[in-house]
């Protein structure tokens, strides 16, 4: 733990002064200082997983302590976590695949009740996991049952090498965390790349001459609308400014670099303009279990005037930023009131803000909170790297990628300490 | 029809003002006297008080009248025929005392009340407590013209006051009046009188060539009207003259059309009859009058399509955007990145007008210096809100009318009329008019439209002045104070308002409710590129008012505490649409989503009968820096 405490010291630093910017940056090293974390822990001889799955969580809980406003830390820890959980017991599928295979090798029926009476415990529960997890798509077009299948598709990873080297405790100790290590590569990987995947569902979206909106600056966003453009697809951008940061004139500054055909707009000038717009397309914050959207400050407002003038209101997020939890009083507790001085020049308003002068409270306070949460009946469609989406259907998404033991962190790790 | 009697009574009393006015008053108005009791003898001006200077819904209660006169005209006497038709607008005027009442106070608008008015010797102001109520009712019901007109009957009052309260007492004054009229009326023939009626015959039997009936209602106009001329100015009298016999003509030609020669002998009559009401009480003035003056040599129907306001400018129109360029008096520059959307909006690079209007003024010869003064202020920014952008046009107009002189050859109200044009459209180059702005050109207008051509220069000066006055004080401060005071009901102790940008009705309600010591808390939402709400925001807090300070953006965020809205608007359109700072729509629907009660607040002067569906169709455009810069 001693090791890797510097890197720790330096994320938790970084959550807490605000600077890495944006949940894509900061959910990439997050899951870059798990990987080394999985890394250097020293995996005992029994429950290798149980130890991986403990030091994780005892990192991420102070992550998360450190910055809760940044859903994108919990959620890559929790995926982080579903994907120890995942190579343990696609190990252990194996294992018993191996074992069985080389005992019995009947058909799948037989097979999956031998493992149920011989084997461990947490076959039985990986196998209970896989039977309550619903229908996707693909399984539905592979006519096999679920029940079957499931274990299969789990194993896919190591499949090929764990049936040779299953009986080799020691190289299977390495074999998890190596398996760990490359899951979370390849988390990273998507991180980095889930800009292009989602860039990728452009065309299908942005039609010819079409008039879109914007709120503030979202790389996503960026990349959405520069992924139809190339496709020679001409159409206007309207881009409100999204005060009290005005990221918005960074986004029309790229986006006329690129060669789009830009508007600014102030943020009060949304619901002037949004009746001439065929699609708001923002990107979001966090996308919480429900649908419902943590974004930044003012996006309420154009879902609102989106909604009033029956304009489709698409959200893009990539998938480090599902989040699974649902959110309770949102607006309060998942916000962050940012400083004053965004807003006002103290140097005019000293006299007001001065708490020690008359009654004792201020004649003035000034809010300026950093999110807004846009409830998911003003949704009208997600893309995120997994394709688009209703916002009823997140909860099963969610499911996708973690695990129900994972979706509260910190008192399990509270209580392990 | 209690309430219809009652308010029936009003306008007389309100003539109580003039006779008693007229009386003591030397050589001068000796004219005038005589016209007064003429007026009541044809039957209109008791009644033409109803209607505001400012005839905000005119299209409905014109074409309404005009088409009634029509048809009536045809054997009946106008007069007559026009009665019943006043009497329901009558009608409406005691309708809304209900609405009165809502404001708690008792409403007797018979005459007792208004001489307990006329005998109190209070300055403006201290009569607000009267014109408030009657203005109050357009909260409610929002027949505002009505408020108008109520409103008129105080201040003439007020007007005549001095004079009038020592002569008689209250309670004879009605019947005072009465006597005085018919008598008087009875006195009148005159030479200008006989000459008038001779003209009315000619204009008759032309008419008669056509058709039997008008032209029987046309002597009698003539008769009625040509009393007035008193004083003959012969020029006048040649183009009424002139006027008559166009209108027979049209009349003649339109044979079946017989309608058009009655109004169009009953225009000439009301042009007459006007200024006696202009001089001595200028919002007298019955805006049918004068569409009937203009409208009288026009087919019905065209007439009808004049009160629709004409179609704004489309800039997207090359041939026309030239041609008002040739006009334009310094130049603007078209922005180079043209936003398409607003295609049909004039679009300028703003910045350098400024130095371009200063480097002219010397060659601006033509521009008074109070218009200049305020066109700059325009430009600049000095000078912004419906109020007070308002208020300083009209403050400059008084000055140009009070500098004005007319020259050879020329009448005045022809010429006067065309100046103001012509400052007003320099106005509008600087920054494109508000509606309230619109109004009030519209009124002033129509109060140099209708000034008697029996009045001299400098009467007829001091007349507009006192017209442009009366505007101000009515329309624009009565009306805030009487807003602050019914918005401030509203208001209760615990209460978190909320209001965006800087209104100053809505800042005068915060300070009017704070000094009742309703406790309550302010939010103050705010934008760019103006943050018009520092300014607000600074002020209140100098009145020690607890606020609230955001951006618009966090609106939805804030808006859980607030358990009102109050919201100022630019004008409120006739389909019920609020025009208003740019903004105001996202607070109102954000509030809305909140289940929390929205309170517009427009004095309704700013009230316009276009209709407008959304904000692109029509709006003005800002700076493009304003924007891009922070």
């Given amino acids: ?417 | 029809m209690d309430a219809r009697r009652v308010s029936q009574v009003v306008p007389k009393v309100r003539q109580v003002g003039f006779v008693t006015h007229s009386d003591p008053n030397p050589p001068p108005q000796a004219s005038r006297a005589q016209s007064v009791p003429i007026e009541s003898n044809s039957g209109t001006p008791s009644d033409s008080p109803d209607f505001s200077p400012v005839m905000i819904p005119p299209p409905r209660h014109h074409s309404e009248n005009l088409s009634h006169l029509r048809s009536a005209a045809v054997a009946v006497p106008e007069s007559s025929s026009r009665r019943p038709m006043w009497d329901d607008r009558v009608a409406v005027v005691g309708s809304y005392n209900p609405g009165n009442s809502l404001l708690g106070q008792p409403v007797s608008p018979n005459s007792s009340e208004v001489n307990s008015e006329a005998s109190t010797t209070l300055g403006w102001f201290g009569r607000n407590s009267s014109g408030k109520f009657s203005a109050g009712s357009s909260f409610p019901g929002g027949g505002f013209d009505l408020t108008t007109v109520k409103m008129e009957n105080f201040t003439q009052l007020e007007g005549k006051k001095p004079e009038a309260v020592p002569e008689r007492g209250g309670g004879a004054a009605v019947e005072v009046h009465n006597e005085v009229s018919s008598s008087t009326a009875k006195a009148k023939t005159t030479k200008a009188e006989r000459r008038a009626m001779q003209e009315a015959q000619r204009a008759a039997k032309a008419a008669t060539k056509g058709k039997g009936g008008g032209g029987g209602v046309e002597v009698n106009n003539r008769e009625s009207s040509s009393n007035t001329l008193k004083a003959k100015t012969t020029k006048a009298e040649r183009r009424e003259t002139q006027e008559a016999q166009r209108a027979a003509k049209a009349a003649g030609k339109a044979q079946g059309n017989k309608p058009v020669a009655a109004a169009g002998g009953a225009g000439p009559g009301n042009i007459l009859r006007q200024p006696s009401q202009n001089r001595d009480d200028p919002a007298v003035g019955s805006t049918i009058a004068g569409s009937d003056r203009r409208g009288g040599d026009r087919p019905p129907e065209r007439e009808r399509k004049k009160d629709v306001p004409p179609p704004r400018m489309q800039f997207d129109d090359q041939g026309r955007v030239n041609k008002s360029k040739k006009r334009a008096v310094f130049n603007q520059p078209e922005a180079k990145n043209r936003v398409e959307l607003f295609r049909h909006l004039p679009q300028y690079e703003h910045g350098s007008q400024l130095t371009d209007l200063e480097s002219k003024f010397l060659e601006l010869d033509s521009m008074h210096p109070a218009v200049y003064k305020v066109g700059v202020q325009y430009l600049a920014g000095d000078v912004t809100g419906g109020n007070a952008r308002c208020i300083a046009m009209l403050r400059a107009f008084q000055e140009v009318i009070n500098d004005y002189s007319t020259p050879p050859g020329k009448t005045l109200v022809r010429d006067l009329t065309a100046k103001i044009s012509s400052y007003v459209s320099f106005l509008i180059e600087c920054r494109p008019l508000s509606m309230s702005m619109g109004n009030a050109i519209r009124f002033q207008k129509s109060r140099i439209a209708k000034l008697p051509l029996t009045l001299s220069e400098t009467e007829a000066k001091a007349a507009l002045c006192n017209d442009i006055d009366r505007f101000i004080n009515e329309k624009i401060i009565l009306a805030d104070k009487v807003i602050v005071r019914h918005a401030a009901t509203k208001v209760r102790d615990g209460d978190v308002l909320l209001t965006y940008g800087s209104s100053c009705v809505v800042e005068m309600i915060l300070l009017y409710a704070h000094e009742l010591g309703k406790q309550f808390r302010v939010v103050v939402v705010d934008s760019r590129p103006k943050h018009e709400g520092q300014a607000l925001l600074r002020r209140l807090l100098a009145k020690g008012l607890s606020c609230t300070y955001t951006h618009i953006n966090a609106v939805s965020y804030i808006m859980h505490e607030v358990t009102r809205v109050f919201l100022g608007a630019s004008s409120v359109l006739s389909n019920g649409t609020t025009y208003s700072r740019v903004g105001t729509a996202c607070v109102a629907m954000v509030a809305h989503a909140f289940r929390v009660p929205v309170l517009i607040c427009c004095e309704a002067y700013k009230f316009h009968e276009r209709v407008q569906l959304d904000s692109i169709c029509s709006n003005e455009l800002g700076m493009l820096v304003l924007v891009l810069v922070r």
């Fill in chain 1, 1 to 417: 733990m001693t090791q890797i405490e510097p890197q720790n010291q330096l994320t938790l630093d970084l959550s807490r002064k605000h600077k890495i910017e944006g949940s894509q940056a900061t959910a990439r090293q997050t899951a870059e200082l798990l990987r080394s974390v999985i890394s250097q822990q020293r995996v005992p001889y029994t429950n290798q997983a149980g130890a991986l799955i403990d030091a994780v969580k005892a990192i991420g809980e102070q992550l998360i302590a450190a910055n809760p406003v940044e859903l994108a830390v919990g959620n890559i820890v929790r995926r982080v976590l579903h994907i120890i959980r995942e190579e343990d017991l696609s190990l252990t599928t194996a294992a018993i695949g191996g074992l069985n295979l080389s005992a019995v090798s009947d058909d799948e029926n037989d097979d999956d009740r031998d493992g149920d009476s011989t084997l461990s415990a947490a076959a039985v529960a990986a196998a209970a996991r896989s039977t309550l997890r619903p229908p996707s798509l693909q399984t539905l077009l592979e006519d096999t049952p679920v029940s079957a299948a499931v274990p299969q598709t789990s194993s896919s990873g190591g499949d090929s090498e764990g049936k040779s080297k299953s009986a080799d405790k020691s190289s299977r100790s390495r074999k998890l965390k190596h398996d760990v290590i490359e899951a979370v590569n390849e988390l990273i990987q998507d991180i980095v790349t889930c800009h292009e995947q989602i860039a990728e569902q452009a065309v299908e979206h942005i039609h010819q001459n079409e008039v879109i909106l914007t709120l503030g600056s979202s790389r996503t966003v960026l990349e959405f609308l520069f992924a139809a453009k190339e496709k020679k697809r001409s159409f206007r951008v309207f881009v409100a400014e999204g005060a009290p940061r005005y990221q918005g004139h960074l986004l029309a500054k790229e986006l006329v670099a690129r060669g789009l055909q830009t508007t600014l707009i102030t943020d009060s000038a949304v619901f002037a303009m949004i009746s001439r717009v065929n699609m708001v397309i923002v990107g979001a914050h966090a996308v919480m279990a429900n649908g419902g959207v943590i974004a930044p400050v003012g996006m309420n407002l154009v879902a609102l005037a989106a909604q009033k003038h029956a304009v489709p209101f698409v959200v893009l997020a990539g998938s480090h930023k599902l989040c699974p939890l649902y959110p309770h009083n949102p607006e309060v507790l998942l916000n962050e009131l940012r400083s004053p001085s965004e807003l006002l020049d103290f140097g005019e308003f000293s006299d007001c803000m001065d708490f020690g002068s008359g009654s004792g409270s201020p004649l003035l306070h000034v809010v300026n909170p950093a999110f807004d949460y846009v409830p998911p009946k003003l949704v009208s469609l997600f893309i995120t790297d997994a394709g688009g989406h209703n916002p009823s259907y997140m909860y099963r998404l969610i499911a996708d990628y973690y695990s129900a033991d994972d979706l509260v962190v910190q008192r399990r790790a509270t209580a392990g300490n």
